[in-house]
């Protein structure tokens, strides 16, 4: 898995509520084992690191978040803001997180359990030892 992608997921609404639905199989290409949620101020950028094994999908639950994604050689904007839109970014991908407006969240499904190791936070490290092979 090397390619940042954008998942679509089966949203079912009506006036009065919606429902998304992320399980591991067809659309989400591994196994969940972690899965947490991230609010910030507007404006706000979190992120700005690497993973070198995990992998993880985006979804922002409320408002808008900005996503830009690096491959050490190009980078890429995308805007999350529906529930049933989701953005798979393997390992070995610089990600950071722009929160466009106030209110905004983000749900992350990860395919391994917290390792303070897993993080590299120097973009040059990354850049030079950790970046996706394509």
Known sequence: MSIVKLIKFSLHANDAS????YESGDLVPFEIKRVFTVNAKENVIRGNHVHKKCSQLLVCVSGEIEVT???GIEKTVF????LDQGLLIPAGIWASEKYIGEGSILMVLCDSY??????????????HNYRANF
């Open 18 to 21: 919606s429902l998304c639905v």
């Open 79 to 82: 805007k999350l803001s529906n």
């Open 69 to 71: 994604t690096d491959n």
């Open 114 to 127: 917290y390792d303070a190791d897993d993080y590299v936070y120097d973009y040059e490290d990354f850049k």
